[in-house]
């Protein structure tokens, strides 16, 4: 990908188990997002960390970011079988603004 | 309105046909960007605009040509594609500073293109 990987490729697990993907990335950022995206169609954004931050929380999602490794990672607590999706993390690259590119893509299967 | 609309969803040209795609949003953002997409993989950073001026092209082949003829439209020009063209194209926007970036980018559910 443009800007790095993500790990693993492919996930599958039960409902109500907790789901961890991992992001690495190869320059300096701004930001980085995760999003989410249903059938191959546009991609829902679900949470933001900004370079001087370490963890965020919004709803089932927690996020990480350690900009020493130049790596994130995204925790789906409780999943739901709605949560199967393909998830992608992107940054947004420094120096400079708006340079916005993604991993490669985790692909989550939430089974009922 | 929070929303980036694209059309069309769905559009089969061929090789030797000009044909656009559309984006729209009437968000206040002033950044704009064109990504493709091909199938099982991540989304592809193809031009960004900046207060409607040209800020990245990665490299695009010239076949692609973008346009932004104001800030709340962003156009795709498409002339003598190739078959492995065919691609998702998904249009974004967003605010151009970026601490203003608390909610992200906003993206459109992209055009489907064919071409055969």
């Known amino acids: 990908s443009q800007q790095g990987e993500e790990d693993p490729q492919a996930l599958s697990i039960q409902e109500g188990e907790n789901a961890t993907m991992n992001c690495s990335y190869k320059?300096?950022?701004?930001?980085l997002q995760w999003y989410r995206q249903n059938s191959g169609r546009g991609l829902v954004h679900l949470i933001l960390?900004?370079?001087?931050?370490r963890e965020k929380h919004s709803g089932r999602l927690r996020v990480t970011l350690d900009t020493s490794k130049k790596s994130s990672s995204l925790l789906i607590t409780a999943s739901r079988a709605a949560d199967t999706a393909s998830y992608f993390c992107?940054?947004?690259?420094?120096?400079?603004?708006?340079?916005?590119?993604f991993g490669s893509g985790t692909k989550l299967n939430v089974k009922p | 309105d929070t929303e980036v609309t694209q059309t069309p969803k769905h559009l089969v040209m061929g090789m030797t046909n000009k044909k656009s795609l559309k984006c729209e949003q009437h968000?206040?953002?002033?950044?704009m960007y064109w990504y493709k997409q091909k199938a099982k993989k991540p989304p592809e950073l193809m031009f960004v605009?900046?207060?409607?001026?040209?800020?990245i092209n990665e490299s695009v082949p010239s076949r692609f040509s973008p346009e932004c003829p104001n800030s709340s439209l962003l156009n795709l020009h498409l002339h003598a594609l190739q078959p492995e063209d065919s691609a998702l194209y998904l249009c974004?926007?967003?605010?151009?500073?970026?601490?203003?970036?608390?909610?992200?980018?906003?993206f459109g559910s992209g055009t489907r293109l064919t071409v055969v």
């Open positions: 974004a926007s967003s605010h151009v500073v970026p601490q203003d970036l608390n909610y992200g980018y906003t």
């Open positions: 320059t300096s950022i701004n930001n």
């Open positions: 960390i900004r370079s001087n931050e």
């Open positions: 992107a940054t947004d690259a420094a120096p400079g603004f708006n340079k916005f590119y």
């Open positions: 968000m206040g953002h002033r950044a």
């Open positions: 605009y900046s207060y409607e001026k040209l800020s």
